[in-house]
């Protein structure tokens, strides 16, 4: 046991050390899920500025998405071996450099080489904040932490079009990255109350090579479903296959695997993830286009294109705690179905944004209903994840589902606009976004609904051992 790391389990929610635990992980999370979100917003204005195709603004998100998702399960990994409040600290502070060269940057190439640096950043704290929720809080605090977590984290996400909105209509665009440095400052001067914990069994060396195969897996797939019709994207799709293989067969025969995978033996693990993969691949959608459409279309400014999306953040920051308790009280499989249909009809509802929209009735109520269902899907997700596993590997489960819900989201920004046939400088075109964003909406709204099918198919009533979701026993994490 490292030095300052308490037993596993030792504090409860309503201490003053509980309080510091949640600020400070919802503070650290929030930042790398509101920085997720909140570029959606300025994309129209940095392409006009840094003069900047649609494939580098895809890029310009993606980037992120990319070395965040890749590099999720290393950081996990080492919150684990070496203290998750350690390596929560150190993810927060790079965060906050690259934030810093992202709000200087001259460039589109800089950008995206900032937003990569970002995503490494975040890779590294972004596991270790849900991972210290689970190791210290008593098992029976833990649904409700988690529900804290949940939803005051998803408000940052949620939140994000609308800070984003007032900073590039009212300053300017780099101060969405900037204004990262006094969060940051205020996350790590927190973390200072925060137990450290870790786990005695991890591997004492990381696994490099998995990770690498991984960055390269999804990176090639990222650039091929951009670069689609170019010449080098037969060879991306050629990189990504051979780099997953590759990742199998290390994964296998590593002594000490980054995920073993066994993992995914637990039916209810295995379904949670593949529901978060197609739930999350819609959410990143839905916001990509909606953000654009309004600016592109609608005529809305960047502000009023934010406060537009203002339904989300309200209901995730009245009702996510409320839908952890049900989730609780009925087990995950009620919340986990018919939150995706809920969002699957809010998106349906927003095919009426267009040129002449009206707010109170063709946006309002599609953001209303979808934040209602995503308010009621993310704390039971969460809890479920957690559940499925023993606490000794809080820190690999939750590096495991975050991954999944990043990648979800990277690869549907890269695919979508492909798919509903929007390329080069389309995206600034009326007409062609226009007619691109309905497809786009269908195609949210048909992942949603199978998300939803999926899990009553999949996820059971109650977890194992009737126990409700985030209450795992075994609590054996130090």
Do not use: K
Request: with cysteine; net charge neutral.
């Amino acid at each position: 046991m490292s030095e300052g790391a308490l037993p596993a389990g030792g504090v409860r929610l309503g201490t003053a050390t509980g309080r510091a635990v949640v600020l400070a992980t919802v503070l650290g999370s929030g930042m790398t899920m509101l920085d997720a979100t909140v570029v959606n917003v300025a994309l129209r204005t940095i392409g006009a500025e840094l003069d900047a195709s649609l494939a580098q603004l895809q890029w310009t998100s993606n980037g992120y998405l990319l070395s965040l998702s890749s590099l999720i399960l290393l950081g996990g990994a080492l919150g684990d071996r070496f203290g998750r409040r350690r390596v929560f600290v150190v993810g927060t502070t790079w965060f906050a450099l690259a934030s810093l060269l992202c709000g200087l940057a001259p460039s589109a190439e800089v950008l995206i080489g900032a937003r990569v640096l970002q995503g490494v950043g975040a890779a590294l704290l972004t596991p270790g904040s849900l991972a210290i929720i689970q190791a210290v809080f008593t098992p029976d605090d833990r649904a409700r932490a988690i529900g804290a977590w949940s939803g005051l984290g998803g408000l940052a996400s949620a939140i994000g079009p609308f800070v984003g909105g007032g900073l590039v209509q009212y300053a300017d665009w780099r101060w969405i990255f900037l204004v990262n440095l006094p969060l940051a400052a205020l996350t790590v001067a927190v973390a200072r109350r925060v137990p450290e914990t870790l786990d005695p069994q991890a591997p004492r060396s990381p696994d490099l090579l998995g990770a690498a195969c991984t960055v390269l897996a999804l990176g090639g797939l990222t650039y091929a479903l951009i670069r689609w019709g170019g010449t080098a994207a037969p060879w991306a799709l050629v990189v990504a296959v051979l780099a997953g293989a590759s990742y199998v067969v290390d994964e296998r025969r590593s002594a000490h695997p980054m995920l073993p995978l066994g993992i995914f033996a637990e039916r209810t693990f295995g379904a949670a993830n593949a529901m978060t993969l197609v739930v999350y691949a819609a959410l990143g959608a839905v916001l990509f286009f909606l953000v654009l459409q309004l600016q592109t279309v609608s005529g809305y400014g960047a502000l009023e294109a934010g406060v537009a999306t203002l339904p989300v953040t309200l209901c995730m920051l009245l009702l996510a705690s409320r839908g952890g308790a049900l989730g609780a009280r009925t087990g995950p499989r009620f919340p986990m179905t018919v939150g995706p249909l809920v969002m699957a009809g809010g998106t349906l509802l927003l095919l009426g944004v267009g040129a002449q929209v009206d707010y109170w009735t063709e946006v309002l109520p599609g953001l209303t209903l979808f934040g209602l269902g995503l308010a009621l899907l993310v704390a039971p997700l969460t809890a479920t994840v957690l559940a499925a596993v023993p606490d000794a590997h809080a820190g690999l489960a939750s590096g495991v589902n975050n991954a999944v819900a990043r990648a979800g989201s990277l690869l549907a920004v890269a695919a979508l606009p492909l798919v509903v046939g929007l390329g080069g400088e389309e995206y600034a075109d009326p007409a062609a976004l226009d007619a691109a964003y309905g497809s786009a909406m269908v195609v949210c709204a048909a992942l949603l609904a199978a998300g939803g099918v999926l899990s009553w198919l999949t996820i059971p009533a109650r977890t194992p051992g009737g126990d409700p979701p985030g209450q795992n026993s075994s609590a054996n994490n130090s």
